[in-house]
């Protein structure tokens, strides 16, 4: 039998623990890394990687030397050049179109997933497994093949791939759709269905072509590849995808809207069909001219944009400049193990990157069928 003096204290602790505040939970999003930080390491990175790619090759060149080249190249006055001519040569005129190309699809390719992600409300959606790539290869050889020529040689494959990504893109979405809603299994199968009938009537296409060059031209180009990256085809995909990221960013809001369901959308004023159509042509129009100038490169927009909302949040406002300083990054860096990897001979680009998304792919699979369990 406890004593009155002990009982007193076992009654005066355990008031004290009852009035003492429960300990303050942090919530994932206030743990992770602040935006502004985010945005500086990653432009960090960027730049890391645009010099790096630019200095090892078959020939090797010092990084300070690289610098050096870019820095007399904007500012001509502010260095001496002391580094033989031929490094001008291989820096500005050989590496540095294909490094940049790179960069540009990279950001393109991660902006357009990001942004179909969120207009079909699907974390699986990416232009490569919704067949939009394919549709837009399609168009680009059908052009190649048969030799037309109306808008030039680089307009011309770029609009045809254009009309064939916009005509895939409404494929998908019209077979995926049934009674005004469209789940996760059949917008994949619809898109992974179309992508094999669409690649097959390419290769039929490029069966019949009797330019052996031209021939083997394509199929190398199909596999997804910067290697052709001239200054002359830069100008096109660079004001294209800038214009792009410009009008998402723009229209971030609305696409914050969608997360939260088309009919709550609709409440706060957002038309959401017409939003839907204008925003599918856009990424129609990216993703057509990025196939057109790299073939198809697959999975970037997949795991760009899940990578980015792990470190920035599922705001779009911040996802989409994230999300395309991360994918310019890592297609440069990935280009830059497809030609050195295996050198002399060179990887193409779209089978490193598919050797990095399908494991992505699987997980991502499995993520979802867990939450889907979940939710029953």
């Known amino acids: 039998m406890r004593s009155p003096a002990r009982a007193a204290q076992a009654e005066s602790s355990s008031s004290t623990e009852a009035t003492r505040p429960a300990p303050e939970r942090v919530s ?4 992770r890394i602040s935006y ?7 432009g960090a990175a960027l730049v890391v990687a645009v010099v790096v790619g630019l200095a ?3 020939v090797s060149l010092p990084p300070s030397d690289v610098t050096a080249i ?10 001496d050049p002391g580094w033989p001519a031929t490094y001008d040569t291989i820096v500005l005129d050989v590496r540095l179109p294909r490094v940049l190309l790179a960069g540009m699809v990279g950001a393109g390719l991660s902006a357009v997933g990001t942004a179909l992600q ?24 059908t052009l190649l093949v048969t030799g037309a020529t109306v808008l030039g040689t680089l307009a011309t494959p770029m609009v045809a791939a254009f009309a064939g990504s916009t005509v895939t893109l409404a494929a998908v979405y019209a077979l995926a759709s049934s009674g005004g809603r ?3 299994t059949r917008l994949v199968l619809a898109g992974v269905a179309l992508s094999y009938v669409l690649s097959a009537l390419t290769d039929l296409l490029l069966s019949t072509a009797s330019d052996p060059h031209l021939l083997s031209s394509i199929r190398f180009w199909r596999l997804g ?17 800038l214009a792009g990221l410009a009008v998402l960013l723009w229209q971030s809001g609305s696409l914050n809207l969608l997360l939260a369901g088309e009919e709550s959308a609709g409440t706060l004023g957002l038309d959401v069909h017409r939003f839907r159509t204008g925003m599918f042509v856009l990424v129609s129009l990216m993703t ?7 073939g198809a490169i697959g999975f970037v927009g997949l795991m760009v944009p899940h990578a980015v909302r792990m470190l920035v949040g599922a705001d779009h406002r911040r996802v989409l400049p994230t999300a395309a300083l991360l994918g310019a990054t890592f297609l440069i860096l990935a280009d830059l193990a497809a030609r050195t990897v295996a050198a002399p001979q060179e990887i193409q680009l779209g089978v490193l990157t598919a050797l990095c998304g399908g494991p992505f792919f699987v997980w991502l699979l499995r993520r979802q069928a867990r939450r889907e369990k979940a939710d029953r």
């Open 36 to 42: 502004p930080l985010v945005l500086v390491l990653l």
């Open 288 to 294: 057509g001219v990025m196939v057109a100038v790299s």
């Open 118 to 141: 969120a207009l079909v409300r699907n974390p699986l959606a990416d232009p490569f497994l919704l067949g939009i790539s394919s549709g837009a290869s399609l168009g680009a050889v």
């Open 182 to 184: 469209m789940t996760t």
């Open 70 to 79: 870019l820095v007399h190249r904007v500012f001509p006055g502010w260095i």
């Open 225 to 241: 590849s910067v290697a052709g990256a001239e200054w002359q085809t830069l100008p096109i995909p660079a004001i294209v995808v």
């Open 28 to 31: 994932p999003s206030e743990r």
């Open 56 to 58: 090892v090759g078959s």
